[in-house]
């Protein structure tokens, strides 16, 4: 947890962000749980400094069972370490998003909306969807992708290399 605990140190930022983190969820499936999981992220957000009071966070989950269980343990912590922040969610869950004939498959509010490919390439690799895509839209700012493709892809290596990547942009954004 000490990596997590250093991310949201790093991300006291005072000027307009999105984050669109792409985490393959499987790469840390055996160092955490949904529950720790969605407490980690909780308390990211609660840490990023911002000029709005309204966050919307879009998370994807192979079905609403876990969409509604990440949902409640998300918005449990998130509201305890917020610090008043409005927090607004869009819990998605779909079968078949390969099926789908639209090409957007989250839509956080008018001005911004997901492209469907992230999700497109996770399912195409058969890989679990809980918490394949976290982002963390401030309102009316466009979307930008920290986070490569290789974050969707199979192994932890990716995940750790990609995630240090992550850390190390805050670091330049904050000096």
């Not at 991310?7 to 006291?12: A, D, P, Q, R, S």
Request: charged fraction near 25%; proline fraction near 2%; aromatic fraction near 8%.
């Amino acid at each position: 947890m000490k990596i997590f605990a250093n991310l949201v140190e790093m991300l006291k930022l005072r000027t307009y962000i999105l984050l669109f983190l792409s985490i393959q969820f499987v790469a840390v499936a055996n160092r955490l749980q949904d529950d720790d999981y969605a407490r980690v992220m909780a308390m990211v957000i609660s840490q990023i400094k911002h000029s709005h009071t309204k966050l919307q966070i879009g998370i994807v989950c192979r079905d609403e069972l876990r969409a509604k269980n990440f949902q409640r343990i998300f918005k449990k912590n998130a509201k305890i370490s917020s610090a008043g922040k409005k927090i607004s969610f869009d819990m998605i869950w779909e079968k078949n998003p390969l099926k789908s004939k639209s090409n957007i498959l989250i839509q956080l509010d008018s001005n911004i909306s997901l492209p469907k490919q992230i999700f497109s390439i996770a399912t195409s690799k058969k890989m679990v969807l809980d918490g394949a895509c976290l982002g963390i839209v401030l309102k009316n700012t466009s979307p930008t992708i920290i986070a490569n493709r290789d974050s969707l892809l199979n192994s932890r290596t990716h995940f750790d290399s990609t995630f240090l990547r992550f850390i190390n942009i805050l670091k330049r954004r904050k000096q």
